[in-house]
């Protein structure tokens, strides 16, 4: 009776050797630092507590939810990706409330490649107190002005988040994953040298201010806190000049 000799099993690549296969270990290097910078916390003084919404902390507890404004998601945007734009794809009524559908458009700056993430928002439309919105009569004057914009910045925020945490994506969760990029373990080769990195800015009197220039997506300045505070995290860095 012949012996049944067990097949062998190929080993499966992985993510680094199928890119150095492609010839494109440099890219993937500086796609992985992108992704670090998009997946950060926001800094802890641009969180906001909602007055009305209501999450859950660690213990249980009901509290005010958070939220990162909309001034600064925008400002991330133009900080992180430079270009990007707004494309409203549809709004409508639903039940008491404005809803909006968005796409926000970005730019990838290594790449520069376009690419979208959808996001919605609502917002309810005001009416006179104890009277319901499907009683035309009782809504304000100005209620679609103010709930329009507002669904609008809430799908802003909804399509940005996608992107990564720095856009607030974690605020409310309490069961998330650290971000590991899968090529940061491995050291990509230099890149020739193209121009003479430039200067640092000169110390101010509150900041010493420090720039990694190597790529549009590793500019990011690296300070200290001011005296009599404490850097937590990564994100309180790469904030702290903002």
């Given amino acids: 009776m012949s012996e049944t000799t067990p097949a062998t099993l190929r080993k499966i690549p992985t993510i680094a050797e199928l890119v150095k296969l492609a010839g494109n270990v440099s890219q993937s290097h500086e796609k992985d630092s992108l992704n670090e910078l998009l997946n950060q916390p926001p800094h802890a003084s641009w969180v906001k507590s909602h007055p009305m919404a209501k999450a859950k902390n660690d213990q249980g507890e009901t509290i005010p939810a958070k939220y990162l404004p909309i001034d600064k998601v925008e400002f991330l945007l133009t900080y992180i990706f430079q270009n990007w734009r707004i494309e409203v794809l ?35 439309v005001q009416t006179d107190a104890g009277k319901s919105a499907a009683d035309l009569g009782a809504i304000k004057a100005a209620a679609v002005q103010m709930a329009l914009p507002s669904a609008k910045s809430y799908a802003i925020k909804d399509a940005a988040e996608h992107f990564g945490a720095i856009f607030g994506r974690d605020l409310n969760r309490r069961d998330i994953i650290q971000f590991s990029g899968a090529h940061t373990k491995e050291t990509p080769a230099p890149a020739p040298a193209t121009a003479p990195a430039p200067k640092p800015l000169a110390p101010s009197a509150e900041y010493d201010v420090s720039y990694v220039a190597e790529s549009p997506a590793k500019a990011v300045a690296q300070t200290p806190y001011p005296s009599g505070t404490t850097a937590k995290s990564n994100s309180d860095t790469l904030f702290s000049n903002l």
């Fill in 90 to 124: 549809r709004e409508q009524v639903m039940f008491n409330s404005i809803s909006i559908t968005v796409r926000l458009h970005v730019q990838n700056p290594i790449t520069l490649e376009w690419t979208y993430n959808d996001g919605v928002g609502a917002m309810n």
